[in-house]
T-cell receptor, first 114, second 117 residues
Framework: NAGVTQTPKFRVLKTGQSMTLLCAQD?????MYWYRQDPGMGLRLIHY???????AKGEVPDGYNVSRLKKQNFLLGLESAAPSQTSVYFC?????????????FGPGTRLTVL | AQTVTQSQPEMSVQEAETVTLSCTYD???????LFWYKQPPSRQMILVIR??????QNATENRFSVNFQKAAKSFSLKISDSQLGDAAMYFC??????????????FGKGITLSVRP
């Protein structure tokens, strides 16, 4: 099993450009999450999904959109990138049935917006 | 809303010694889970240990153990026989036991642990 994978690993954007981050998991997990990590801030939840076709806002959703068209994939989109979105982005997934299960994290994507 | 506080931004420990990382949290819920994650320079988030709030016994995983004080809302991580590979950032996290919308993790800001050879 590959676990949770993220594409790409690094990206540099100019202000106003758009991009999509792809998260894929092969563990048949129902729940998927997108976090951003900034120095001194820990990880903050952007959006999450409790199943295929569902999405919900997290703590810092502004400027981002998400889609969960397939159970194994969770996409994070930036329609018009801003320097404030420079961050490391993590995707995670977890099991529905075993509620105590921890979240499995992807390797992260480092995004720089110039 | 739940909050997680890690008040020490940095700590240092001598190799082979023991170190304790502090974490406090605030919640009105009675059933929840607590976690410690490790993030080495590779950036990968690695689960170290987890604790179910309904269990009184403190969780232990090899050299890692927790001191869970539910009434005080405290969840500290003890690392025994510290190794150079333990150097990393450590995050404390909270998760409600209620299914559905509250399944997200709430993280503390993290603590950077350095290990002196």
């Amino acid at each position: 099993n590959a676990g949770v994978t993220q594409t790409p690993k690094f990206r540099v954007l100019k202000t106003g450009q758009s991009m999509t981050l792809l998260c894929a998991q092969d563990m048949n997990h129902e729940y998927m999450y997108w976090y951003r990590q900034d120095p001194g801030m820990g990880l903050r939840l952007i959006h999450y999904s409790v199943g295929e076709g569902t999405t919900a806002k997290g703590e810092v959703p502004d400027g981002y959109n998400v889609s969960r068209l397939k159970k194994q994939n969770f996409l994070l989109g930036l329609e018009s990138a801003a320097p404030s979105q420079t961050s490391v982005y993590f995707c995670a997934s977890s099991d529905l049935v075993l509620q105590g299960y921890w979240q499995f994290f992807g390797p992260g994507t480092r995004l720089t917006v110039l | 809303a739940q909050t997680v506080t890690q008040s020490q931004p940095e700590m240092s420990v001598q190799e082979a010694e023991t170190v304790t990382l502090s974490c406090t949290y605030d919640t009105s819920e009675s059933d929840y889970y607590l976690f410690w994650y490790k993030q080495p320079p590779s950036r990968q988030m690695i689960l170290v240990i987890r604790q179910e709030a309904y269990k009184q016994q403190n969780a232990t995983e090899n050299r890692f153990s927790v001191n869970f004080q539910k009434a005080a809302k405290s969840f500290s991580l003890k690392i025994s026989d510290s190794q150079l590979g333990d150097a990393a950032m450590y995050f404390c996290a909270y998760r409600s036991a209620i299914a559905g919308a509250n399944s997200k993790l709430t993280f503390g800001k993290g603590i950077t642990l350095s290990v002196r050879p």
